[in-house]
């Protein structure tokens, strides 16, 4: 059987304590439960996942670079706090050629004005949020069509 596509998932700092973490704002599915989700979804799709996450910063810019030097269909990424900050990971994802799509559980327009800036937005190819776990199913399913 031919190779699926693949597509990165990439996830930033505190994005492994889902499920415990402000579960007010961030549910309590974990990250764990959207990669089996992602998977599922995935293999429906004909493509495949390759699903990571990262506390550092220059291990979510590396990915990147590997998801395109790979020939990866496309990268969703949650950058989480990196989001409002990383110059870094706004250069990266410029400097590759395959689409990034960024995905938040939460709609941080809705939330504190320090996450109203996006580097990574406006870099990305297109951005997901406000969804919960069911931000992720909607960018994987926006992947497979572009
Ligand atoms: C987040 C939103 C960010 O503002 C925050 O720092 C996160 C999670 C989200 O998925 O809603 O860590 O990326």
């Known amino acids: 059987m031919a190779d699926r ?3 990165f998932v990439l996830n930033g700092p505190n994005l492994n304590l889902l ?3 402000e579960p007010d704002v961030y549910g309590t599915t974990t990250l764990d439960d959207i990669a089996g989700m992602l998977e599922d979804r995935a293999l429906e799709l004909g493509l495949e996942i ?3 996450q990262s506390n550092h910063e220059g291990h979510l ?3 990147i670079q590997e998801a395109d030097a790979s ?3 496309a990268v969703l990424i949650n950058p989480g706090a990196y989001t409002h ?11 590759v050629s395959i689409p990034v799509i960024e995905v938040h559980l939460s709609n941080p ?3 504190e004005s320090f996450r109203h800036v996006s580097y990574v937005g406006r ?3 297109g951005s997901i949020m406000g969804f919960g776990a069911q931000s992720y199913m909607l960018a994987l399913d926006a992947a497979a069509r572009i």
Request: charged share 30%; hydrophobic share 45%.
């Open 61 to 63: 810019v590396d990915w």
């Open 85 to 95: 900050t990383s110059i870094a990971l706004h250069d990266a994802i410029k400097g």
């Open 71 to 73: 020939g990866a269909k």
């Open 5 to 7: 596509p693949v597509i």
């Open 109 to 111: 327009h809705a939330r």
């Open 50 to 52: 390759d699903m990571r």
């Open 123 to 125: 870099a990305a190819k």
């Open 19 to 21: 499920g415990t973490r």
